[in-house]
């Protein structure tokens, strides 16, 4: 529990999904990876097929895992998947040339949700502001940071990539929290994740607030310890009320 003035000691961020979007750019880069394809001559039906391909492939895997990313498939798994899915032959160079596309296409094209800068106001009274993301890739990770322009909003980026310790586990929460200088029971996480986020902030003693960026109701099954907000206007105004 925070102090009993209700005041975080410190206020932590998930990234993607809650301060960042990459709906239409991650749909985008896909398409990029298939227009490169053409020029290869390795695909002859449209580049967005190949955007289909992908997220067929990716959707059979969520499905298998329960909707819960793997942290194994990361974007050269994927992308190998679908190649052979699609029946489709490149070479090394030529894999590494479409798995780099995709990087580059995805970091410059995410964006920051609205009402980032209020909610990022807001935990500021508050005290320090972490990130703490689940992503394999730490330089892609800070490339999109970067890309949405939230570069420099944060006193501690926690990538479990970089850390070794991935959402939910506590010790992420733990580790972030001990490189802030504050105990992990003062603080408060802000994520739309319910498994990564949510139940791993309340493992590791933290308040927790799940922010979805499209739902519009609290979900009935969320534990009535966890605050719910729909949008981050929302959630800079239940900072603000503490
Ligand atoms: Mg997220």
């Known amino acids: 529990m ?19 979007s990459e709906r239409i750019g991650v749909r985008e880069a896909r398409t990029a990876v298939g227009a490169r394809m053409i020029e290869l001559g390795v695909w ?17 895997i969520m499905e298998d895992n329960n909707w819960q990313w793997p942290l194994w498939l990361h974007a050269e798994e994927w992308l190998k998947r679908s190649l052979d899915v699609a029946d489709v032959q490149v070479s ?6 479409l798995a780099d596309i995709y990087r580059d ?17 807001a935990a500021r009274t ?16 800070r490339e999109k940071i970067r890309g949405a322009g939230l570069d420099g909003q944060f006193d ?7 850390v070794g310790v991935w959402k939910p586990e506590p010790g992420i929460f733990e580790h972030a929290a001990q490189d802030l200088g ?16 949510i139940m791993g ?21 969320l534990d009535p310890r966890v605050v719910w907000c729909s949008d981050l206007h929302g959630v800079a105004e239940w900072l603000r009320s503490r």
């Open 2 to 20: 925070s102090g009993s003035n209700g005041r975080f000691a410190a206020v932590f961020f998930d990234l993607d999904g809650t301060l960042v």
């Open 44 to 60: 002859d039906k449209p580049a967005s097929a190949f955007a289909d391909t992908i997220e067929m492939v990716i959707g059979g």
């Open 92 to 97: 090394d160079d030529e894999f590494r040339e």
């Open 105 to 121: 296409e995805r970091s410059d094209r995410a964006t920051a949700i609205d009402g980032w800068p209020e909610a990022l106001a």
């Open 126 to 141: 508050h005290g320090p502001i972490g990130l703490i993301t689940n992503f394999n890739d730490g330089p892609m990770q």
């Open 156 to 162: 501690g980026v926690y990538i479990s990539g970089e």
């Open 182 to 197: 504050v105990e992990p029971s003062d603080c408060v996480h802000i994520g739309n994740n319910v498994e990564s986020d």
């Open 201 to 221: 902030a309340l493992s590791a003693g933290m308040s927790a607030l799940l922010v979805e960026e499209d739902d519009r109701e609290r979900p009935p099954s």
